[in-house]
C-alpha cells in the first residue's frame, strides 16, 4: 500500500506559476513510476507527466516546454513545476504511483489538488 498526499494547488493568473508536490508513504525508488494526471470538469483524465524509476520523462504535448516533473528522493516527494499558465489548466490534478506487486501492476492515486487559471 502506498499513501499519497498532494498539496500545493491554489488560484493562479494566466502567466503565473504553481509547483504542486505529492509525497508518498514509502521510498519512490521502489515504485515503477509516478507521475502527474489532470481532469477538467466535462473531460476525460489526462496524462500531464511521468518520471519512471530511472528517471526518465515524459509529458502532454499541452504542457510540454512549460510543465516540469521531479523528484527529491530524499523527502519520497513529487513535484509538478507549472510555467505560464493558461486557462486551459484549469483542473483538478492527482499524482499517482505505479507499483509491481508480485507481478501485477497496481496505480495509487492522491486525493487530487485544484489548479484554477483565472484573472
Do not use: H
Request: glycine share 10%.
Amino acid at each position: 500500500q502506498v499513501k499519497l498526499v498532494e498539496a500545493g494547488g491554489g488560484l493562479v493568473q494566466p502567466g503565473g506559476s504553481l509547483r504542486p508536490s505529492c509525497t508518498a508513504s514509502k521510498s519512490l525508488v521502489s515504485l515503477r513510476a509516478v507521475g502527474w494526471v489532470r481532469q477538467a470538469p466535462g473531460s476525460q483524465r489526462e496524462l500531464v507527466a511521468i518520471m519512471r524509476r530511472g528517471g526518465t520523462t515524459n509529458s502532454a504535448d499541452s504542457v510540454k516546454g512549460r510543465f516540469t516533473i521531479s523528484r527529491d528522493n530524499a523527502k519520497n516527494t513529487v513535484y509538478l513545476e507549472m510555467n505560464s499558465l493558461i486557462t486551459e489548466d484549469t483542473a483538478v490534478y492527482y499524482c499517482y504511483a505505479e507499483e509491481i506487486l508480485v507481478g501485477a501492476d497496481i496505480l495509487y492515486w492522491g486525493q487530487g489538488t485544484q489548479v484554477t487559471v483565472s484573472s
